[in-house]
């Protein structure tokens, strides 16, 4: 048995952001990741990070313009705490040593970003998510925090339902430790694995999303998928808003700046999901290219501007679509890209269940609502990793449960014992031995498959009820299906299809509850769409949808309303 | 159909399987194993993330030379070795090639001082080690001259940039010749990153000194052997002997 005072779930980030405020409190601290922390998905992003720190801008506008982003379903007194320590945030980063851009005088420099009526985006050329990243792990290295790397965490242990630890398995050998903590903090990012089309990292299950539900945690918002307007042809790796920021066009196949249909004073620098579904909307209307897909045009902003300013797209349309954007516009398309909801949490990352904290991509502390501004994400990893970590030192002080060892050891049996059921062959089925899986059993790779179509076909940019419903009956086949998950490969070491298998089921839970949520949510706002009701509800709908786990095994579905402080609800117009 | 040769490795033995599979427009080498592992396969080991050239984790010798799986589209290579006579590419002249033509070879990294784990995983704890060893990072709050909002001129920026963009792949680890004659050379990854935080402006004297005594020595800048394999391997552009040059230039004033 492993013992620390606090252990961090996720080394992106936020894990090591919340790990180092942890840390400089005295407590024991400890990461466990799946993968070494310098690969997490934190680090392929682009754009910037938002803060109000120019002369005629305040964190007031930034708070005004992240709720007015969100379709008005962000609380308002989560957005103040994140854009009055934003400014604080970038400077302390700067100190660490992050290779912010600067302007001609030396100071920080900031770009135009998405629904932001302000050039408050800071960055680190197109490679800021790169740069924090590496600097905040130099950090906690610096402080020898302790790191279990590649480790995945298959349970959270509840005692009298207080988060008491973790079961994790070791990818080395595929053995299994218990991990006894007095806080568990997640911060193991987002989903967007469970969709066809997505610009995240192949590790992005969700995985630590579903742990914390199953744990008792409730689940908010779920059903707001954030696509991005721009992802890369067909790979669907990210081309950052901070291309439209720069002055880059979206051309249709008549060579249009659609964009003055759909929002004509903001036009390419709509939000996300306006300019997503603008996008998606001339696709399905045959203004397309063939494939599916428009022209991100930056041939205009000359060599200079895309060498200095976008070097990292220029490198990614070269190798991954054989595209100079010097010469030859982008090919995009919309992908999914963020998960606004996620573990409901705190202003300090509590959730309902004590001593189990959460935050980043995988929690949901509602300051992006219905939909997220791009430069708040970042934002919200370092603000919000801090403020977990100074509360879970808190919270360690003054908890008084002494856990038993018997649960933890109980709960190491239970996994033991999953994982030997997915290991074991059906007995009916038995005789091939190796190869593929036989009739009866399920492999990963199948199921994956099938719940990432479903997801991308169903519950996607534009939904309604027929769909939602197909999607809902068809993720319970799945269900039933991936008790049958059972893998060929019988090694110990580094058995990355046990691994997926694992974490497959956690995907597809997380897809029901998506499904669930949005198939619920009679109306339209930020990037929930429904094609049957395609106007926001205010009076019905200014309110989070949570999903909690009842006592069968099957989600339920409760509301809580939305905080309004004194930015009124209005029609959102760009 | 596209022949792939792939070096497995466990606990007590090492050997070659051979896959064939379909292979698509702009499949990569990445795609390629992917297919293998969920079609094919379930047994199969590698590491993998983003799958964009920006985390650095897959990391691996594709005919023998060290690259990204991620990045490496399998038609290149074909294009590679049909035209390997003519290729400009010293990494390419290796005899022992010939017998896998027209067959894409995938071998874990060769890292100084590590061993194989599994497959195509290789373990990196030496490297980070290393590089983690010269403490690369700001001793913030230390002597209390950090000014919140350093003025940094964009020049200043961009040099730091160069070096700020490495993704710790290790595949300059790999290739660096230096650690023929010496195993306790510390390597163009770790020297780069000293030289990032030399420069920058945000690192106070005593640190900066701290850094320069610690690579001042036959395996530190002294053991570069000054060949350019690192610059010319790189995915972010990182140039590594420039770093070294650098670095030895502060140190003989």
């Known amino acids: 048995?492993?013992?620390?005072?606090?252990?961090?779930?996720?080394?992106?980030?936020?894990?090591?952001?919340?790990?180092?405020?942890?840390?400089?409190?005295?407590?024991?601290?400890?990461?466990?990741?799946?993968?070494?922390?310098?690969?997490?998905?934190?680090?392929?992003?682009?754009?910037?990070?938002?803060?109000?720190?120019?002369?005629?801008?305040?964190?007031?506008?930034?708070?005004?313009?992240?709720?007015?982003?969100?379709?008005?379903?962000?609380?308002?007194?989560?957005?103040?705490?994140?854009?009055?320590?934003?400014?604080?945030?970038?400077?302390?980063?700067?100190?660490?040593?992050?290779?912010?851009?600067?302007?001609?005088?030396?100071?920080?420099?900031?770009?135009?970003?998405?629904?932001?009526?302000?050039?408050?985006?800071?960055?680190?050329?197109?490679?800021?998510?790169?740069?924090?990243?590496?600097?905040?792990?130099?950090?906690?290295?610096?402080?020898?925090?302790?790191?279990?790397?590649?480790?995945?965490?298959?349970?959270?242990?509840?005692?009298?339902?207080?988060?008491?630890?973790?079961?994790?398995?070791?990818?080395?050998?595929?053995?299994?430790?218990?991990?006894?903590?007095?806080?568990?903090?997640?911060?193991?990012?987002?989903?967007?694995?469970?969709?066809?089309?997505?610009?995240?990292?192949?590790?992005?299950?969700?995985?630590?999303?579903?742990?914390?539900?199953?744990?008792?945690?409730?689940l908010k918002d779920m059903e707001f998928v954030q696509f991005h307007p721009t992802t890369l042809w067909d790979t669907n790796i990210l081309i950052t808003e901070g291309a439209r920021g720069e002055g880059g066009y979206l051309l249709n196949s008549e060579n249009k700046r659609f964009m003055e249909k759909y929002a004509k004073d903001s036009m390419e620098l709509a939000p996300r999901d306006i300019v997503a579904r603008a996008i998606q909307q001339e696709i399905n209307e045959g203004h397309g290219f063939e494939g599916d897909y428009?022209?991100?045009?930056?041939?205009?902003?000359?060599?200079?501007?895309?060498?200095?300013?976008?070097?990292?797209?220029?490198?990614?349309?070269?190798?991954?679509?054989?595209?100079?954007?010097?010469?030859?516009?982008?090919?995009?398309?919309?992908?999914?890209?963020?998960?606004?909801?996620?573990?409901?949490?705190?202003?300090?990352?509590?959730?309902?269940?004590?001593?189990?904290?959460?935050?980043?991509?995988?929690?949901?502390?509602?300051?992006?609502?219905?939909?997220?501004?791009?430069?708040?994400?970042?934002?919200?990893?370092?603000?919000?990793?801090?403020?977990?970590?100074?509360?879970?030192?808190?919270?360690?002080?003054?908890?008084?449960?002494?856990?038993?060892?018997?649960?933890?050891?109980?709960?190491?049996?239970?996994?033991?014992?999953?994982?030997?059921?997915?290991?074991?062959?059906?007995?009916?089925?038995?005789?091939?031995?190796?190869?593929?899986?036989?009739?009866?059993?399920?492999?990963?790779?199948?199921?994956?498959?099938?719940?990432?179509?479903?997801?991308?076909e169903h519950v996607g940019i534009f939904r309604n009820e027929k769909g939602l419903k197909v999607a809902l009956s068809k993720i319970l086949e799945l269900k039933e299906k991936s008790i049958r998950l059972n893998v060929v490969n019988m090694s110990k070491q580094y058995n990355l299809e046990l691994v997926n298998t694992i974490e497959l089921k956690g995907m597809i839970d997380l897809a029901h509850v998506i499904t669930l949520s949005a198939l619920s949510r009679t109306e339209s706002r930020g990037s929930h769409y429904r094609t049957d009701h395609n106007k926001r509800d205010d009076n019905e709908w200014l309110k989070h949808t949570l999903v909690t786990k009842d006592e069968h095994g099957a989600p339920t579905i409760d509301y809580k309303n939305a905080v309004i402080l004194d930015v009124m609800p209005e029609t959102r117009e760009y | 159909m596209t022949k792939l040769v792939i070096q497995r490795n466990d606990n007590t033995s090492s050997w070659y399987d051979t896959f064939h599979i379909k292979e698509k427009k702009g499949m990569t080498v990445l795609d390629a194993l992917f297919h293998i592992q969920e079609k094919v396969d379930g047994s199969l080991c590698f590491r993998y993330s983003c799958r964009g050239a920006v985390c650095g984790s897959c990391a691996m010798l594709i005919n023998r030379v060290p690259r990204l799986a991620c990045k490496t589209q399998i038609s290149t290579i074909k294009k590679e070795i049909i035209n390997e006579s003519n290729s400009n590419d010293v990494l390419l002249k290796n005899k022992e090639m010939d017998e896998f033509k027209e067959e894409i070879l995938i071998e874990p990294l060769p890292l100084p001082n590590s061993n194989i784990i599994k497959d195509l995983v290789v373990d990196l704890e030496p490297f980070f080690d290393l590089v983690y060893s010269i403490k690369p990072w700001i001793d913030e709050g230390r002597h209390d001259n950090t000014d919140p909002n350093t003025l940094i001129e964009p020049a200043m920026h961009e040099k730091i940039d160069q070096f700020t963009n490495c993704i710790l792949c290790s595949l300059c680890h790999s290739i660096c010749p230096a650690f023929k004659h010496d195993e306790q050379y510390m390597g163009p990854?770790?020297?780069?990153?000293?030289?990032?935080?030399?420069?920058?402006?945000?690192?106070?004297?005593?640190?900066?000194?701290?850094?320069?005594?610690?690579?001042?020595?036959?395996?530190?800048?002294?053991?570069?052997?000054?060949?350019?394999?690192?610059?010319?391997?790189?995915?972010?552009?990182?140039?590594?002997?420039?770093?070294?040059?650098?670095?030895?230039?502060?140190?003989?004033?």
């Not at chain 1, 994140?82 to 600067?102: H, V, Y």
């Not at chain 1, 994400?377 to 908890?399: H, P, Q």
């Not at chain 1, 062959?425 to 009866?440: C, V």
């Open chain 1, 1 to 218: 048995m492993i013992q620390h005072d606090i252990i961090i779930i996720g080394g992106g980030l936020s894990g090591l952001r919340a790990a180092l405020e942890a840390q400089r409190s005295g407590k024991s601290v400890a990461i466990i990741s799946k993968v070494y922390p310098i690969r997490s998905h934190s680090g392929a992003a682009q754009g910037g990070i938002n803060a109000a720190i120019g002369s005629d801008d305040s964190w007031e506008k930034h708070a005004f313009d992240t709720i007015k982003g969100s379709d008005y379903l962000a609380d308002q007194d989560a957005v103040q705490v994140l854009c009055k320590d934003a400014p604080d945030t970038i400077n302390e980063l700067d100190t660490l040593g992050c290779n912010f851009s600067r302007d001609s005088n030396g100071n920080l420099a900031q770009r135009p970003f998405g629904g932001a009526a302000y050039p408050r985006t800071c960055y680190a050329g197109d490679r800021t998510g790169h740069n924090i990243l590496h600097t905040l792990y130099e950090q906690v290295m610096r402080y020898g925090i302790k790191i279990y790397s590649e480790w995945l965490v298959t349970k959270l242990v509840i005692e009298d339902g207080q988060c008491v630890g973790c079961i994790a398995m070791n990818l080395l050998d595929s053995e299994l430790e218990i991990f006894q903590s007095k806080v568990t903090i997640m911060a193991t990012g987002g989903y967007g694995r469970i969709y066809a089309r997505s610009t995240n990292a192949l590790i992005n299950t969700g995985f630590g999303i579903s742990l914390a539900y199953h744990a008792g945690a409730e």
């Open chain 1, 294 to 456: 428009v022209y991100l045009d930056l041939t205009h902003l000359g060599k200079d501007v895309i060498n200095k300013k976008l070097p990292g797209i220029r490198e990614i349309s070269r190798n991954f679509a054989d595209i100079d954007p010097i010469e030859n516009p982008i090919p995009v398309q919309p992908g999914q890209h963020y998960s606004m909801g996620g573990i409901c949490c705190d202003v300090n990352g509590k959730t309902k269940v004590p001593g189990l904290y959460a935050v980043g991509e995988c929690a949901c502390i509602s300051v992006h609502g219905a939909n997220r501004l791009g430069g708040n994400s970042l934002l919200e990893t370092v603000v919000f990793g801090k403020r977990a970590g100074i509360d879970a030192a808190k919270f360690v002080d003054e908890n008084t449960f002494s856990p038993t060892e018997q649960k933890l050891v109980e709960v190491l049996n239970d996994v033991k014992n999953d994982i030997q059921d997915i290991m074991d062959m059906d007995i009916d089925s038995s005789g091939s031995g190796s190869g593929s899986s036989s009739s009866n059993n399920e492999s990963f790779a199948h199921l994956k498959d099938e719940v990432r179509s479903l997801m991308q």
């Open chain 2, 189 to 253: 990854a770790t020297l780069a990153k000293a030289w990032r935080y030399y420069l920058d402006p945000r690192n106070d004297q005593e640190s900066k000194n701290g850094l320069l005594n610690t690579i001042n020595t036959e395996n530190g800048v002294w053991g570069c052997d000054v060949v350019y394999k690192c610059v010319g391997i790189c995915p972010k552009k990182v140039p590594p002997t420039k770093g070294i040059l650098n670095l030895r230039d502060v140190i003989k004033k």
